[in-house]
């Protein structure tokens, strides 16, 4: 139990351009969803925190104008990058908290590029 | 808020050894700490977790130590395989709050 799964696992786009990746937990409801960033060789960075239905907080250096997160549902959450620059590029993880546990349940993560 | 150290950044041994990884937390409200795993190209995989209310923790061949007085804890792999090869990541957060991430070791283990 506990799956999360993201959409899609890799993905290109040109820069200037905007793209979306998926968070869905698959067989419980996420209260809270976590997006990281995480770049080669280097740990996990917590981007922001959303609960279903809120405004997602950021975490402080992250811009929210061009990280848009929604999180409409308790089984979705969705990360948009907007106007994509290389520098955006990097592998992007989210997770799910049920709020009944501490655990927090990973994705299996995006890889961006951005050319 | 938080800062997680996390060493060594590296950790080669032979199978069969064991392997200690540790971590140093500075916020005294935290009281989750999870361990990670994560392969190449994957998301982390839960290990092995302790709350604050727990010294150790054992499943099999992996065990959690927790000095809340220090602050600190530690994994344990005991009786390393090839494939407990990848990096190893140690967490903690106050609650169902946000996880803050040690730095990472790249564990190596040797046939």
């Known amino acids: 139990g506990a799956v999360v799964s993201q959409h899609p696992s890799w993905v290109i786009c040109k820069s200037g351009t905007s793209v979306k990746i998926e968070c869905r937990s698959l067989?419980?409801?996420?209260?809270?969803m976590f997006w990281y960033r995480q770049f080669p060789k280097q740990s996990l960075m917590l981007m922001a925190t959303?609960?279903?239905?809120?405004?997602?907080?950021?975490e402080q250096g992250v811009e929210k104008d061009k990280f848009l997160i929604n999180h409409a549902s308790l089984t979705l959450s969705t990360l948009t990058v907007t106007s994509a620059h290389p520098e955006d590029s990097s592998f992007y993880i989210c997770s799910g908290g049920t709020g009944r546990t501490y655990e927090q349940y990973f994705g299996p993560g995006t890889r961006l590029t951005v050319t | 808020g938080e800062n997680v150290e996390q060493h060594p950044s590296t950790l080669s041994v032979q199978e069969g050894d064991s392997a200690v990884i540790k971590c140093t937390y500075s916020?005294?409200?935290?009281?989750?700490f999870p361990w990670y795993k994560q392969e190449l190209g994957k998301g982390p995989q839960l290990i092995i977790d302790i709350r604050s209310n727990v010294g150790e923790k054992k499943d099999q061949r992996i065990a959690v130590t927790l000095n809340k007085t220090a602050k600190h804890f530690s994994l344990h792999i005991t009786e390393t395989q090839p494939e407990d090869s990848a990096v190893y990541f140690c967490a903690a957060s106050v609650g169902y709050g946000k996880l803050t991430f040690g730095q990472g070791t790249i564990l190596t283990v040797h046939p």
């Open positions: 067989d419980f409801q996420a209260t809270t």
């Open positions: 916020d005294s409200a935290s009281n989750y």
């Open positions: 959303s609960n279903e239905g809120s405004k997602a907080t950021y």
